[in-house]
């Protein structure tokens, strides 16, 4: 497809467990980020890729959470010992440009940590 | 004085109207700001951006005004349509940065 693809969708999982969140961008673009957002929320800066490295992970809320991009274009978002606080929709964006410019976002992936 | 019009969280419009979405940004350094739209169960789709150096921008149907004295930005959707039901985000960038950092978002709801 032509977008940004997200797997899984929906994602329900018990608490403690470990989730991994896949992003296949657009192709082409260099740049991929990860958005968390919570019910009745903006999208929240999570981490950033410019190819293969994270060129800035302070959005990550804690060391539960890593991200990988180990050949510049897929991206995996990976969650330790899940929390319930930790339920939202998780959004990857992609884009062609080096500084912010039009993000192109995939649908999400919601997860449920009951 | 100006007006500065205040961020509501939801909106009610008439088919046809004319709809009017404010947001308010925080940092003064902000460079680039995106207005979103996004409908339910999807990801924010792009509608429109401006640079700091503009004070207007017009797309199809939809204009963005920016009043950088007072760190306020709008979004006018004319002749607002049943698809254009969704919430709708401002989003600021620094120069030089790639962050965006999103607004509250306003939900649009259009009456027939």
């Known amino acids: 497809g032509a977008g940004v693809s997200q797997t899984p969708s929906n994602k329900v999982t018990e608490k403690g467990k470990y989730v991994e969140l896949r992003c296949d961008p657009i192709s082409g673009h260099t740049a991929l980020y990860w958005y968390r957002q919570s019910l009745g929320q903006g999208p929240e800066f999570l981490i950033y890729?410019?190819?293969?490295?994270?060129?800035?992970d302070s959005g990550l809320p804690n060391d539960r959470f890593f991200a990988v991009r180990p050949e510049g274009s897929v991206s995996t978002l990976k969650i330790q010992r899940t929390e319930r606080g930790d339920s939202a929709v998780y959004l990857c964006?992609?884009?062609?440009?080096?500084?912010?410019?039009?993000?192109?976002f995939g649908e999400g992936s919601r997860l449920t940590v009951l | 004085g100006e007006s500065v019009g205040l961020h509501l969280p939801t909106l009610s419009v008439q088919e046809g109207d004319n709809s009017i979405i404010n947001c308010a940004y925080s940092?003064?350094?902000?460079?680039?700001f995106i207005w979103y739209k996004q409908e339910s169960g999807k990801g924010p789709q792009f509608i429109i951006d401006i640079r700091s150096n503009m004070d207007k921008r017009q797309g199809q149907r939809v204009t963005v005004l920016l009043n950088k004295t007072v760190k306020h930005l709008s979004l006018q959707i004319a002749a607002t349509q049943p698809g254009d039901s969704a919430v709708y985000f401002c989003a600021e960038n620094l120069a030089n940065d790639y962050k965006l950092s999103f607004g509250a978002g306003t939900t649009v709801t259009v009456r027939a």
């Open positions: 940092n003064s350094a902000s460079d680039y």
């Open positions: 890729f410019q190819g293969t490295g994270a060129a800035d």
């Open positions: 964006a992609s884009s062609s440009s080096k500084s912010a410019g039009e993000l192109f």
